[in-house]
């Protein structure tokens, strides 16, 4: 039996129907329980449930909480689940290929632990071509063309990206287990430190080639309000957050550890690049920056040759202009 959690919260009235009905497609005859939490919605997921013709072997529960964010609803869910044995996650905004939860139910029949595909981010190149390109040691499984064994610990990959965001997701319960995703990093980063916390109990792994995701355009945290504002700024301090509390989880794995160090690295950079730009528009959250240094005080020493090099760039880029004319 499968639950499907939903963190739902939109603007735009059809954008979650969309979702729903990839899910009622689902070639499975498994019993699927789907959760959609109402993290105080400005748009109701009452008639955008109703609206999708769901079959004998599905159920649809509505939650409704204190709006939290995804990792808050994600977690009232996980939280609420009945007698499922697997767990998928899905944005209120992306939708499923039918093949995505039978492709799944086919790797935990087979033993594995944890299930994962590629996804689409444009016309010209798939999301594990662009994160990780031949890096992935894949093993062919059985006699489908799509199905691969992953032949390398998980966390080495949950550090550097996605190696399958949440949409893609699907997990045995068991493995899940406490595990729980960090309420405090609001925007962003939560997803890659419980991918990360569910790494290092060292799952089998199922990655397919096929595309098992078509991501929507509904609201976004990560693109929603420009990167100088203070919503941008906050997202990058919660992603800095994310990279610095993995740290421990990875302090066995050299591979993982390597990569991790130097994912912090740029995540300082971009934390003072957003910095910088925010606080020339009057937008830089003084109390959250101030906290941020105190989690993480090597984080200052970036900001001078941080700030150089926007420097430099912006001289360089005025220079080309002046020659051009």
């Given at each position: ?215 929507g355009k509904g609201v976004n945290i990560f693109t929603a309000d420009g990167w100088d504002s203070k919503k941008g700024v906050m997202r990058s301090i919660y992603f800095l957050r994310s990279r610095i509390l993995m740290r421990p989880l990875v302090k066995e794995y050299p591979h993982a ?27 830089l959250p003084l109390t959250e920056t101030w906290r941020l240094l105190r989690f993480d005080p090597p984080l200052l020493l970036f900001a001078p040759s941080t700030l150089i090099g926007l420097l430099i760039a912006k001289w360089t880029s005025r220079s080309q202009s002046s020659f051009g004319?």
């Open positions: 039996m499968f639950a499907v959690i939903i963190p739902f919260y939109q603007r735009e009235p059809g954008i979650l129907a969309r979702t729903l009905q990839s899910v009622a497609r689902q070639d499975v005859a498994d019993q699927v329980v789907v959760y959609v939490v109402d993290d105080e919605s400005p748009v109701a997921p009452g008639p955008e449930v109703d609206s999708v013709q769901w079959g004998d072997n599905f159920q649809v529960r509505i939650l409704k909480k204190t709006n939290g964010g995804p990792a808050s609803a994600r977690n009232y869910a996980l939280d609420r689940l009945g007698d499922e044995q697997y767990v998928a996650f899905l944005d209120s905004d992306d939708a499923w290929t039918d093949y995505h939860l039978s492709s799944a139910h086919y790797a935990f029949s087979n033993g594995f632990d944890l299930y994962t595909a590629d996804w689409a981010l444009d016309e010209n190149i798939t999301a594990l071509q662009r994160f990780y390109g031949d890096q992935l040691r894949l093993r062919v499984y059985g006699k489908t063309e799509w199905a691969h064994e992953l032949e390398d610990d998980l966390v080495n990959f949950t550090v550097m990206g996605p190696i399958g965001k949440l949409s893609v997701l699907v997990v045995k319960r068991d493995l899940i287990a406490a595990t729980r995703f960090a309420e405090s990093l609001k925007t962003a980063g939560e997803d890659g430190l419980f991918a990360t916390e569910l790494a290092v109990k060292q799952p089998k792994v199922m990655v397919s080639n096929r595309i098992d995701v078509i991501t550890d390597k990569n991790l160090k130097e994912k912090i690295r740029n995540a300082r950079r971009g934390f003072w690049k957003t910095a910088f730009a925010a606080a020339k528009k009057g937008n004319k």
